[in-house]
């Protein structure tokens, strides 16, 4: 079985540009969760996704947002993009929201702003 | 809020020794999970254990192993038989709550050396 799969690897863009990042969870995940990972320092939540509905919001601007379609597959998107938005965007599903059920991640994009 | 702490940046171990990489957190929930994923170079967050809060077994897969002390909020990962694989950045993470948030520490880049 595929596991979570993200798209693109890699993207390249410049200060005040949006971009939007794409997450496959594994079949049968309904929960997909977003994570933001500056270089050197551990993941931090940005959202998370249950049944098409957001149930988690983490400490980031309303220039983040992000949706879950009815396949359970998710976009992630930033505008007015920021210096300080490189990092390692991460996306993670489970089967359900309850904490019990670990969190499987993708690859994550890279993304950078120059 | 939820806290988790990782005091050694950086760790070397010899192969085929065992090594400990030490976690504290903070949670005022009753029930929660903790975990340890493990992120390559390839960057993808690889789940290697997790302890049930509630559980007082230390939970153990093949040569992790953990020592969860509740009253102390610790905890740490034994890695045993060290093998070159187990190089890369080892996250110690908590989860509580119907949100699926995890929160991780800074991280811990064990070397596995010959």
């Known amino acids: 079985d595929a596991g979570v799969t993200q798209s693109p690897t890699h993207l390249i863009k410049t200060r005040g540009q949006h971009v939007t990042l794409r997450c496959s969870p594994i079949s049968g995940h309904k929960s997909v969760s977003w994570y933001q990972q500056v270089l050197g320092q551990g993941p931090q939540f940005i959202f998370q996704?249950?049944?098409?509905?957001?149930?988690g919001r983490g400490n980031f601007p309303d220039r983040f947002s992000a949706r879950q379609f009815p396949n359970y597959s998710s976009e992630l998107n930033v505008n007015a993009l920021l210096l300080g938005d490189s990092a390692l965007y991460l996306c993670?599903?489970?089967?359900?929201?309850?904490?019990?059920?670990?969190?499987?991640f993708g690859d994550g994009t890279r993304l950078s702003i120059l | 809020a939820q806290t988790v702490t990782q005091s050694q940046p950086e760790m070397s171990v010899q192969e085929a020794e065992t090594v400990t990489l030490s976690c504290t957190y903070d949670t005022s929930e009753s029930n929660y999970y903790l975990f340890w994923y493990k992120q390559p170079p390839s960057r993808q967050m690889i789940l290697v254990i997790r302890?049930?809060?509630?559980?007082?077994q230390n939970a153990t897969e093949n040569r992790f192993s953990v020592n969860f002390q509740k009253a102390a909020k610790s905890f740490s990962l034994k890695i045993s038989d060290s093998q070159l694989g187990d190089t890369a950045m080892y996250f110690c993470?908590?989860?509580?709550?119907?949100?699926?948030?995890?929160?991780f520490g800074t991280g811990t880049r064990l070397q596995v050396t010959l």
């Open positions: 996704y249950y049944e098409k509905e957001e149930r």
């Open positions: 302890q049930e809060a509630y559980k007082q």
């Open positions: 993470a908590s989860h509580t709550g119907t949100a699926s948030k995890l929160t």
């Open positions: 993670a599903s489970s089967f359900g929201h309850y904490s019990n059920q670990p969190q499987h």
